[in-house]
């Protein structure tokens, strides 16, 4: 059994979609983000960084995997589904894995922070990260121009990107101009086991409706860059 510590972000859902795509049974423990449950030392025994995702995989020892894309690897490589074994299918995957890790994560992270939760609004800010979001999106739309999926087979590079890609509105992105990637965009959402891990914990991030539902979610992260600020940390 795996024992799953999330919270409904993008990450999180990484490895919610994960879990459900590949049919291990787990459970869900949600983390209330706003209280800092992530920051104590039961959950940081777990995680040192004190981020979510975590799991501890129970069939195999308790063993604690934290970082959403190391716990989607983990994951594949338990099950030999979601990612080649061979190895330039597995390289495949893990180039586009890396992609959202090093940077759709990162640059829509922070477009989410000074769009949505910085208490100033920066302009220049905003129009860097935003703009790198966009140039990141047409990367992806360039490359589904001729490809189903990102690495070959539906993988776990599409479930890490499309997590993300997904919430564009939320950062203040638009994919309009970008056909390849909503075709992508619609088609993943389509799938039942997507539909599924975004539920758990139900998303407030991706659909117009959902932004008058989000205010929680922003109280939330503005909460954790207060932390930030005043620990002259990151976010």
Known sequence: MIELFSAATPNGHKASI?????????????????????????FLAIN???????????????FPVFESGAILIYLAEK???LMPSDAKGRSRVLQ????????IGPMMGQANVFFRYFPEKIQPAIDRYQG????????????LKDCEYLAGDYSIADISNWAWVRTHRWSGVSV????????????????????QGILKPPST?????????GE???EEARKMVEMGQSQKGGV
């Not at 586009?96 to 940077?103: A, H, N, P, S, Y």
């Not at 309009?176 to 539909?195: D, K, N, S, T």
Request: proline share 6%; hydrophobic share 35%; aromatic share 8%.
């Open 216 to 218: 929680k979610f922003s």
């Open 79 to 81: 099950t030999g589904q």
């Open 48 to 62: 040192p960084n004190g981020r979510i995702p975590a799991i501890i995989d129970h069939d195999a020892d308790d």
């Open 18 to 42: 994960a879990l459900e795509e590949l049919g291990l049974p787990y459970t869900l423990r949600v983390l209330d983000l706003g209280k800092l449950e992530q920051k104590q030392p039961w």
């Open 205 to 213: 991030l991706d659909s117009r409706e959902d932004e008058d539902k």
């Open 176 to 195: 309009e101009e970008f056909p390849h990637l909503q075709r992508w965009l619609a088609q993943i959402r389509g799938r039942p086991a997507v539909q």
């Open 132 to 143: 790198e979001c966009s140039r990141l999106f047409r990367v992806l739309d360039g490359h």
């Open 96 to 103: 586009w894995l890396m992609f959202q890790m090093g940077g």
